[in-house]
């Protein structure tokens, strides 16, 4: 009796060992299930729109997967197209095309936004910076990787793309640089900064300005009433309501003799010249503080890929750097050319020049309109505001009651007593 029972007890135990053995999922198993569960989170945030978590949970279904496939790579096309991020979306579609042929059931979509994404990847401003991406999440910026990655968390108030190694960053009001790993490397503790320029950054506290190095130190003491970033060498400063220019080591190399110096908080040098402001009228100097375009003019800007709007008797035109004039005194008022055209104004109207002064868009009425910022033109009109492209084409409604100009992708808008961002799409980002 025992012999059986033991017998029968060994054939349930193998049989026992044999089923759990069968049932049990292999490590590779596993992972492909731990990875369709991501992808699928993935998918869900894309469609609330939800930017970051959804790249989040795309780099943990490679991360799982241990690969990525046309699947994923159509997804992260569809993630970055959305964004308005043209050229990570051109990689990602790049790589789609790869893997996947005519049978596929995201080809056709994926061949619809080719020609789409080709003709943005021209002009695009990239928001990748080394490859590290700026992100919102609930209003708060942070960084990840091109894979989705998240290397610092979203919860600076405000933050710049990196530049020269180090990204500006904003928290309770208060202003400081990390690295690229996102540890805080220079404190975040003054009233306002600008970014790393030249190997110096802008600083303030208590109403004072100076400089630090990329270590934090300061170089130039924070002492002057006002400053801008360094520029070719030079950085502009001001003390007791006159203006002038100093070197990295803190000498004054052009007196402080100006009225004003630049345009609209930009008065550092630019293609070798700074514009100057003394008793009521604008002109150049070159770095030698020598007046090379004399001070007739009453109101200026600074030069821009080789010419400067500059006005007299409340008409704008533009000038070379020799001080002669390129295009007439015609508009009642102009921006700097960036990227070969200019926003102008003439006859209650608003659109673009060439640098022939010829009409390359449509002319509107606005209100009021900003300079190009990441390719497109912040407008007003009946209190509200919206954006327009270079063609003049409105491609963010005028609806808002309040706009911020775009950097890096986004916008700060106001609607409705509401505030948050959106990308250059028009769609929120949250």
């Not at 993935?42 to 959804?54: D, H, L, P, V």
């Not at 998240?150 to 793309?161: C, P, R, V």
């Not at 300061?218 to 002038?244: H, M, R, W």
């Not at 492209?389 to 100009?405: A, E, L, R, S």
Request: net charge neutral; with cysteine; charged share 25%.
């Amino acid at each position: 009796m025992y012999i059986k029972n033991h017998t029968f007890k060994k054939v349930i135990g193998i049989l026992i060992f044999l089923c759990v053995s069968v049932s049990k999922p292999t490590h590779a198993q596993s992972e492909e299930v731990m990875a369709k569960s991501y992808f699928l989170k993935a998918q869900k945030n894309y469609s609330e729109g939800n930017t970051a978590a959804s790249l989040n949970n795309l780099y943990k279904t490679v991360e799982h997967l241990g690969s990525t496939n046309a699947k994923i790579e159509s997804m992260y096309v569809k993630i970055w197209h959305n964004n308005g991020n043209f050229f990570n979306a051109k990689n990602h579609i790049n790589n789609y095309f790869e893997m996947a042929d005519e049978s596929h059931s995201d080809y056709m979509e994926m061949l619809n936004l080719v020609s789409d994404i080709s003709s943005n990847t021209n002009s695009e401003k990239i928001i990748f910076e080394d490859e590290l991406f700026k992100f919102i999440m609930g209003n708060k910026f942070g960084f990840m990787d091109k894979n989705g990655k998240i290397l610092t968390s979203s919860k600076y108030d405000e933050a710049n793309s990196f530049s020269e190694g180090l990204a500006l960053v904003k928290l309770d009001n208060k202003y400081g640089f990390i690295d690229k790993t996102g540890e805080s490397v220079i404190p975040i503790k003054y009233d306002y900064a600008k970014d790393f320029s030249e190997g110096l950054a802008l600083v303030m506290l208590n109403n004072k300005y100076g400089f630090v190095d990329k270590t934090g130190k300061t170089v130039i003491p924070v002492s002057y009433d006002s400053a801008d970033s360094f520029s070719e060498g030079l950085a502009v400063v001001g003390s007791d309501d006159k203006y002038g220019f100093i070197d990295k080591n803190g000498k004054t190399v052009i007196p402080f003799r100006y009225d004003h110096v630049g345009w609209h908080h930009n008065g550092s040098f630019s293609q070798g010249l700074a514009l100057v402001k003394l008793d009521w009228k604008f002109g150049f100097i070159n770095k030698l503080g020598e007046i090379v375009i004399p001070l007739i003019y009453d109101a200026a800007n600074g030069f821009s890929e080789g010419l400067a709007p500059v006005a007299i008797d409340q008409k704008f035109g533009f000038i070379d750097k020799d001080g002669n004039t390129i295009i007439p005194f015609e508009y009642q008022y102009a921006h700097p050319f960036k990227d070969e055209i200019a926003f102008v104004k003439v006859n209650d109207k608003m659109g673009f020049i060439d640098k022939n002064g010829r009409k390359i868009s449509s002319f509107r009425s606005y209100d009021y309109f900003s300079a190009i910022s990441d390719g497109l033109v912040r407008v007003e009109l009946n209190d509200k505001y919206g954006f327009i492209d270079k063609t003049g084409k409105i491609v963010i409604p005028i609806k808002y009651d309040f706009v911020h100009i775009f950097k890096d992708g986004f916008a700060r808008v106001r609607l409705n007593g509401r505030e948050f961002y959106i990308n250059k799409t028009g769609n929120e980002v949250r």
